[in-house]
């Protein structure tokens, strides 16, 4: 099958690699119709983690079922699903308290939690930019989809990843209805915060980014944007918020956050949040960090370290919220806003594209270039694509 293989930094490639097959009686085979490309890919494709070449990425995944292992029960051969990026077993104990991001099963290593598709760290699974993806734990893993699937794909497939997330950063900051709230950053899960405390009643959404073509999109579903390059953030939340600051916040950006100038500060979204976050507000961090970062620029940050404000936070009586997202935890009631025409989270989408045009995308993506906010590869569609 083909797959977008990482090669080494900054450099991918679709080629041929083994084909995704039952391996257990519980797994299913999807054939995969769309794959997204997810900015926490963006920290595998430029060399700062220990991605090993030779492996393909992909863990925003929808498709159709095309084989199931004899142990699976519920989902069966022609059903569309979208994949939660954590593969997770269903059973283990974190399993059973709704965190199937911190799956105790899926994880190899006995120190680790967690797994995923394609994933540094996460296990030693294949991606879904590909042909072919082997979904284990099929039944619990898979979520079906309804007669509209095929059609509305770019909708469905945000709910592999970055909606559920965005959704996870607002029920850690705790948003309810009538709260002001404040994201720092309008990438892809930055967007899809805005979009779920929206959803969530917030009466005002303030997202704090500098590139344009991500501000506009902010504004297209009510947001009020915020250019950092432009003002001062913290202060701009203050002004709308009579000086008291924001009832909570999103992180959505994570430990490659850079000022304007391009000087990467990886404590820069953070400490902004403690400053734009009211007392005893809370703020939920979504954007990735991590243990060890040897391509940082200063010697803290190597050691995934932060200089945090953590005396304004005490004095503030803040609460964070951190982590990868349980998808499982929100992706049914969300795939049902869908239905229901209540989300259509594809408004973020800029271009759907082949799989043979993955390398161009990568680059494009990575450069931040401007109209090039998310990308969905059709495996399906080898040749073909805007």
């Not at 008291?244 to 500060?265: F, K, M």
């Not at 494009?364 to 998310?374: A, E, I, N, Q």
Request: proline fraction near 5%; charge should be negative.
């Amino acid at each position: 099958m083909k797959a977008v293989v990482y090669e080494g930094p900054r450099q991918v490639s679709v080629k041929d690699v083994p084909d995704a097959r039952i391996e257990r009686p519980t797994d299913v085979l999807v054939r995969i119709t769309s794959a997204n490309i997810c900015g926490s890919d963006l920290h595998m494709y430029e060399g700062r983690t220990d991605f090993e070449p030779g492996r393909w990425f992909g863990h925003e995944n929808l498709g159709q079922v095309v084989e199931a292992g004899a142990g699976v029960d519920k989902v069966q051969v022609g059903d569309w699903v979208v994949l939660p990026f954590n593969i997770a077993c269903g059973h283990c104990k974190n399993c059973e308290r709704q965190l199937t991001n911190y799956c105790l099963t899926a994880q190899p290593e006995p120190k680790m939690a967690g797994a995923a598709y394609g994933f540094a760290d996460m296990g030693p699974y294949g991606g879904g930019q590909a042909e072919l993806l082997r979904v284990p734990w099929g039944d619990f893993n898979c979520l079906r989809l309804g007669e509209d699937a095929e059609q509305r794909q770019t909708d469905y497939v945000m709910l592999a990843d970055i909606f559920p997330t965005g959704y996870h950063a607002t029920e850690m900051a705790g948003v309810q209805p009538g709260d002001q709230t404040v994201i720092y950053g309008a990438g892809p899960v930055g967007l899809m915060a805005a979009l779920s405390a929206t959803i969530r009643g917030a009466s005002k959404v303030m997202i704090v980014d500098r590139h344009p073509d991500r501000l506009r999109l902010a504004e297209s579903i009510g947001a009020i944007a915020i250019d950092d390059s432009k003002v001062d953030p913290v202060q701009a939340v203050l002004d709308e918020t009579m000086g008291l600051g924001a009832d909570n916040g999103c992180e959505c950006v994570g430990y490659q956050a850079h000022e304007p100038d391009g000087q990467e500060r990886a404590n820069l979204t953070m400490n902004r949040l403690v400053a734009s976050v009211r007392f005893t507000g809370k703020i939920g961090n979504v954007g990735v960090f991590v243990p060890q970062d040897p391509g940082a620029g200063d010697e803290l940050a190597k050691q995934g370290r932060l200089a945090f404000d953590y005396g304004m936070f005490w004095f503030k009586g803040q609460h964070i919220g951190s982590g990868q997202a349980p998808v499982k935890k929100y992706n049914r009631q969300l795939r049902d806003l869908i239905a229901g025409g209540r989300a259509e989270p594809s408004f973020i989408v800029s271009h759907e594209l082949s799989l043979d045009r993955a390398p161009e995308a990568y680059e494009h993506f990575d450069k931040r270039d401007d109209g090039w906010t998310k990308v969905v590869l059709h495996p399906a569609t080898a040749g073909a694509g805007a």
